[in-house]
């Protein structure tokens, strides 16, 4: 990729009359081609540098918002969400060892899965049943965030509130895909 250099030389006398008092206006034209062209190389390093630091997620612990797994058919992610299921459900014996930290990625991880597995399956169903499972799974994902909340707070009856409201989600929609 090449950068190009851009040279601004303004013609600016028209627009600002000169100071009658003791405020000295900078003068443009002193400044050399090079040292103009060294900023804004140094700018565009800088934007493009934090650009790369900033849109990275390969070590994020966040949820993940892309919805569809793009190359996943709608059996592939039947076959798999029983899979996904389990492990969103196994978060239950981290919590019991209140290791808050572990449960929340493992929370994270789990749920991100099983969230494009779920989007997946419901855009495949008859128009008819989408709002439905759509409902469910707004409930279940909802549980999930406030889990992740309470076991940040360390608040156990909440935790065990919210844990018990995504098992009862978790197989009402198994049982209807």
């Given amino acids: 990729m090449e950068l190009r250099t851009f040279t601004l030389q303004p013609n600016l006398t028209h627009m600002f009359p000169k100071p009658t008092c003791c405020v000295k206006l900078c003068n443009f034209q002193h400044s050399t081609q090079k040292d103009f062209s060294l900023k804004i190389s140094r700018r565009n390093l800088g934007l ?11 070590n ?9 797994a793009p190359d996943q058919t709608a059996e592939e992610a039947q076959n798999v969400v029983r899979v996904h299921v389990q492990d969103l459900l196994q978060v239950g014996d981290l919590l019991k060892s209140e290791s808050w930290k572990e449960a929340q990625k493992q929370l994270r991880k789990s749920s991100a899965l099983l969230k494009k597995d779920m989007y997946t399956i419901i855009q495949s169903k008859p128009g008819k049943e989408r709002p439905e499972l759509r409902e469910l799974y707004f409930t279940l994902f909802s549980n999930v965030t406030r889990l992740d909340y309470a076991a940040r707070d360390k608040d156990g009856p909440e935790v065990w509130q919210r844990y018990e409201n995504i098992v009862v989600a978790v197989n009402d929609i198994l049982s209807r895909i």
Avoid at 48 to 58: A, D, K, L, N, P
Wanted: proline share 0%; glycine share 10%; aromatic share 16%.
């Fill in 48 to 58: 493009i540098m934090s650009g790369v630091c900033i849109f990275r997620t390969e």
């Fill in 60 to 68: 994020a612990n966040a949820f993940d918002f892309g919805l569809v």
